[in-house]
Nanobody, 116 residues
Framework: QVQLVESGGGLVQAGGSLRLSCAAS????????MAWYRQAPGKEREVVAN????????YYGDSVKGRFTISRDKDRNAVYLQMNSLKPEDTAVYYC?????????WGQGTQVTVSS
């Protein structure tokens, strides 16, 4: 059983930055992928970024390329999302997820609000 806890969300002005953290309990296997998703009210859930746990290879959604950076810390069993040049369109609940195993695991979400 894996548990994920997100933190670091908040209110920020357009152009500002936030750093989200996701702490995982339990074992993360080398084949797993850690991902950040987001969902705004009335909108479809979308992939923000993901990272392969073993290799560190990354993927970014088109809307965040060049602005967001995903990273991991194996010693801390954690994944991070550095968000720069934030836009009001980035406002959403951000979820950390562990995928690629027998089951998918999700955190509780953290709210990010970007004001104009």
């Amino acid at each position: 059983q894996v548990q994920l806890v997100e933190s670091g969300g908040g209110l920020v002005q357009a152009g500002g930055s936030l750093r989200l953290s996701c702490a995982a309990s339990g074992r993360i296997f080398s084949s797993n992928v850690m991902a950040w998703y987001r969902q705004a009210p009335g909108k479809e859930r979308e992939v923000v970024a993901n990272i392969v746990w073993s290799s560190g290879n990354t993927y970014y959604g088109d809307s965040v390329k060049g602005r967001f950076t995903i990273s991991r810390d194996k010693d801390r069993n954690a994944v991070y999302l550095q968000m720069n040049s934030l836009k009001p369109e980035d406002t959403a609940v951000y979820y950390c997820a562990l995928v690629g195993g027998q089951f998918d695991y999700w955190g509780q979400g953290t709210q990010v609000t970007v004001s104009s």
